[in-house]
């Protein structure tokens, strides 16, 4: 019952509804004790020959008046039962969208996908079931139940209705033990089916490495054995489960027993009749309902406990960063880092570290460096993804961007970041994603800067291709390109492409930047890069190794210090001339 408390805010908000259907309950469970009535009188009246064609045609009539009404009054209850049910539902997936779109990136980088999905489908069904077949089966068990025992006992025999009643505490003791170990096989069970549908997530999302690397029968392998866990845990909690049945049918069984042996004792002797004996047996059997419902509450019951423990659990995690501001406007002017250190979540060793340069509003600015030398994570904090310990370590206009609302400061920023994502739709709606409303010539113009209009034009399609999940249909530059297209259409303060050129060729990565630097002016950009010929026109260079800046400047500064950056850019020119030459020889040999 403790789910139920916990569901108290949902069933005060619909308590109207509620009350309908349990008021109908009632009703039908009244109106459901009269065919019994009717049939042990008539059975009375045939065996004194007192039953007459009158008598029988109200008999039947009164029968036909019972159904209608109870076809009427069931539907009522289903609606406002379980049609109220389908509310919590739509409240609880809207509340865990909601906070999985709030969270910081900690919270996706500790959770697993597959695990997240199955909070939002079989949690929510579980817990939903237990505002709608757990209220119904309750309300059946105690109301429909409850009144079939007082009719028997009023109308019959309460003697011969305690007789009756002596398995079912027995009952009652049985399901409650069946219950609590319901609720511990079910939160194992749903546990493994987390993985398992993390699993099968990962292996869609990845069958193209999948397949590149000859590891299908592995990976067959590895889902077989998750496959074969979740049996398992559910095998266990059905052994469970179907206890309930046969104990009550035992309880019924015994019931009825004692029932006829005492039962036909007193027919005997004529305390009671026949007709009345027979009257008992039939509320007898209208009891088995309710006794079902009983076990199966229980078993729903302790289904949505765990669920609701798993949902809460979630509901509880903190976000991560501070979501207070001072100021709900957008920034503006220039971004100041100065960083002494920082680490993420759960890493000891400084990820970063002395950290001191501005970023002037209207320029462009290159930060490049080896692989793991700290230049995402820049862009990380800058987009707070996660925030360092002191609050003044990065500035936007000259006050703290924590000072600012959240959602004001990241709309000033349009962010290509390095792992692109493209969603299954058509291309014009992934690159006008960040717009409610645009018009094509919008779309068209930011696909031109990012070069990935003609790309575009020369599909079937055009831009109404459905490009597939993640944008499995396109090459890596594409992907990157249409990233691009997607961050310009917002024309935004602050453009960062986050090594955004990688996968593009030289030749369209120099066709992209002069674009950007003719169309661009007095908007700030920030560019991160292994290859320097994407940064080498910036006003100011960054160069990064270990977690900290070893040199800046811009192009002809940081060549005349002929240090890293000197030596990198040389390498590169070096191997870029080779590979032409290389491509000139290829053609020739054609």
Do not use: C
């Amino acid at each position: 019952m403790n789910v139920f408390l916990k569901l108290g805010w949902f069933f005060k908000q619909q308590k109207g509804s509620y009350i309908i259907g349990l008021i109908t309950l009632l009703l039908i469970a009244i109106i459901e004790i009269v065919p019994p009535q009717i049939i042990g009188r008539t059975i009375d009246e045939m065996t004194t020959s007192k039953l007459t064609p009158q008598k029988l045609t109200i008999y039947l009539i009164l029968l036909a008046l019972v159904a209608i009404i109870t076809y009427i009054l069931r539907y009522i209850w289903r609606l406002s039962i379980f049609g109220t049910s389908q509310k919590l539902g739509k409240i609880l997936r809207t509340y865990l969208y909601q906070k999985y779109t709030e969270m910081s990136a900690i919270f996706f980088q500790n959770r697993r996908t597959g695990d997240l999905m199955a909070h939002a489908t079989n949690d929510i069904r579980a817990v939903q079931n237990a505002a709608g077949a757990g209220i119904l089966m309750i309300a059946d068990s105690l109301i429909t139940g409850g009144t079939v025992i007082i009719t028997m006992a009023v109308t019959v025999s309460w003697k011969l209705t305690l007789i009756a009643m002596i398995p079912l505490p027995f009952m009652v003791l049985l399901t409650s033990i069946y219950g609590s170990l319901l609720s511990k096989g079910f939160k194992k069970a749903q546990a493994a089916f987390s993985k398992l549908n993390d699993k099968t997530q990962e292996s869609v999302a990845g069958i193209k490495v999948t397949k590149t690397f000859g590891y299908e029968t592995s990976d067959q392998a590895d889902f077989k054995t998750l496959s074969d866990d979740v049996v398992a845990k559910n095998l266990k909690v059905s052994k469970i489960d179907a206890l309930f049945d046969p104990t009550i049918t035992i309880v019924i069984g015994a019931s009825y027993f004692l029932s006829i042996v005492f039962g036909g004792q007193m027919v005997s002797r004529g305390e009671i009749t026949l007709g009345q004996l027979i009257t008992f047996t039939a509320y007898l059997g209208m009891l088995v309902w309710p006794l079902l419902a009983l076990g199966l509450f229980f078993n729903i019951i302790q289904r949505a406990k765990a669920s609701y423990e798993r949902i809460d659990e979630i509901g509880q995690i903190p976000n991560g960063i501070d979501t207070t501001y001072k100021y709900d406007v957008q920034p503006h002017g220039d971004i100041t880092f100065n960083i002494e250190q920082f680490h993420f979540p759960g890493n000891e060793v400084q990820d970063i570290h002395d950290i001191h340069f501005t970023i002037e509003q209207g320029t462009t600015i290159g930060i490049v460096g080896r692989t793991g030398s700290g230049k995402s994570t820049l862009i990380r904090l800058l987009l707070r993804e996660f925030d360092t310990k002191r609050v003044n370590d990065i500035t936007y206009g000259g006050a703290p961007i924590r000072d600012y609302k959240i959602e004001k400061l990241r709309a000033q920023f349009g962010y290509v970041p390095q792992e692109h994502f493209l969603f299954s739709t058509t291309l014009r709606d992934n690159i006008g994603f960040s717009q409610e409303s645009v018009e094509d010539k919008q779309i068209y113009e930011a696909s031109r800067l990012s070069y990935i209009h003609d790309d575009i034009m020369s599909f079937t399609e055009g831009y109404q291709t459905v490009v597939g999940e993640r944008g499995v249909s396109l090459s890596g530059g594409q992907k990157q390109r249409v990233s691009i297209a997607r961050a310009l259409l917002v024309n935004p303060e602050v453009l960062i492409l986050d090594d955004a050129l990688s996968a593009v060729d030289a030749q369209t990565e120099e066709a992209i930047l002069a674009n950007l630097e003719q169309n661009r002016q007095g908007k700030t950009n920030i560019i991160t890069a292994h290859r320097m010929s994407a940064i080498k026109h910036a006003d100011l260079i960054i160069v990064m190794n270990e977690g900290t800046i070893i040199e800046r400047g811009n192009h002809e500064q940081l060549m005349q210090k002929q240090g890293w950056y000197f030596e990198t850019y040389q390498s590169q020119v070096l191997q870029d001339q080779l590979n032409r030459n290389l491509d000139q020889l290829t053609k020739g040999d054609e």
